[in-house]
C-alpha cells in the first residue's frame, strides 16, 4: 500500500521569504504523479503543482517549484517570495495511474502561515 | 456551474439521525470522488464514481455509509445512524476522467457535518 508523510504540521515564515515544505511516499509502483494541493480557511482545495514520476525535471509553477528524487521518494514544495494569501494548509498527494485505483492518497497536511 | 458545489456548506445534526450530503460536479467530468476530511487529518478517500462502472467503495469505514451517482452526474453520500466520530468535512471532487493522464481533481468547498 502507498503512504504520503508530511512531517511538518505546522510552519511559519516571513513575508517575501522563501520556505520549503517536506513530503516523502513510499510505493513499489514506477507509474505515478505526485501532487501538492493547497488549502486556505475556506477549505477550497486548489491544485498548487503536479509532477509525473518518469519525468526528472522538477515542475515549477510561477513562485512554485519541487524538488522531487525519485531515488529517495522525496517531494518537496518551495514557495518563493512568500504572499500572506498563501497562508493555508498544503497537502502532498500520490496517484497510482498503472493501477485501476483511481483516487488520490495524502499526508496529514502541513500548516503554513506567513507573517508580514 | 463553473465548478464542483456541494450542499449544504454545513450540517449539524443529532446522534443516531440520517444524514444526506450532495455534490454536483463538474459538467461533463465522469469520475467523482468522495473523501473525508477529520480534524488535524489529511484527505481520506470514502469512494470513488468512473462513468458506468461499479463504485470504488474500499474507503467506506462502515456499513453506515453509502453513496449514489444518479446518472452519471450527482451524487448523494448517506450516513446513517450518525455517530459523533462521523464529524468531519466531506469533500467531494471531480475529474474528467478517473484514468487519465493527470487525474487533476477538481474539489468543492465540502460539506462540515458536526454530530451532537
Known amino acids: 500500500a502507498q503512504t504520503v508523510t508530511q512531517s511538518q504540521p505546522e510552519m511559519s515564515v516571513q513575508e517575501a521569504e522563501t520556505v520549503t515544505l517536506s513530503c516523502t511516499y513510499d510505493?513499489?509502483?514506477?507509474?505515478?504523479?505526485l501532487f501538492w494541493y493547497k488549502q486556505p480557511p475556506s477549505r477550497q482545495m486548489i491544485l498548487v503543482i503536479r509532477q509525473e514520476a518518469y519525468k526528472q525535471q522538477n515542475a515549477t509553477e510561477n513562485r512554485f517549484s519541487v524538488n522531487f528524487q525519485k531515488a529517495a521518494k522525496s517531494f518537496s514544495l518551495k514557495i518563493s517570495d512568500s504572499q500572506l494569501g498563501d497562508t493555508a494548509m498544503y497537502f502532498c498527494?500520490?496517484?497510482?495511474?498503472?493501477?485501476?485505483?483511481?483516487?488520490?492518497?495524502f499526508g496529514k497536511g502541513t500548516k503554513l502561515s506567513v507573517k508580514p | 456551474g463553473a465548478g464542483v458545489s456541494q450542499s449544504p456548506s454545513n450540517k449539524v445534526t443529532e446522534k443516531g439521525k440520517d444524514v444526506e450530503l450532495r455534490c454536483d460536479p463538474i459538467s461533463g467530468h465522469t469520475a467523482l470522488y468522495w473523501y473525508r476530511q477529520s480534524l488535524g487529518q489529511g484527505l481520506e478517500f470514502l469512494i470513488y464514481f468512473q462513468g458506468n462502472s461499479a463504485p470504488d467503495k474500499s474507503g467506506l469505514p462502515s456499513d453506515r455509509f453509502s453513496a449514489e451517482r444518479t446518472g452519471g452526474s450527482v451524487s448523494t453520500l448517506t450516513i446513517q445512524r450518525t455517530q459523533q466520530e462521523d464529524s468531519a468535512v466531506y469533500l467531494c471532487?471531480?475529474?474528467?476522467?478517473?484514468?487519465?493522464?493527470?487525474?487533476?481533481?477538481?474539489f468543492g468547498p465540502g460539506t462540515r457535518l458536526t454530530v451532537l
Open positions: 498527494a500520490f496517484w497510482n495511474y498503472g493501477g485501476s485505483q483511481g483516487n488520490l492518497i
Open positions: 471532487a471531480s475529474s474528467p476522467r478517473g484514468g487519465g493522464a493527470t487525474n487533476e481533481q477538481f
Open positions: 510505493t513499489s509502483e514506477n507509474n505515478y504523479y
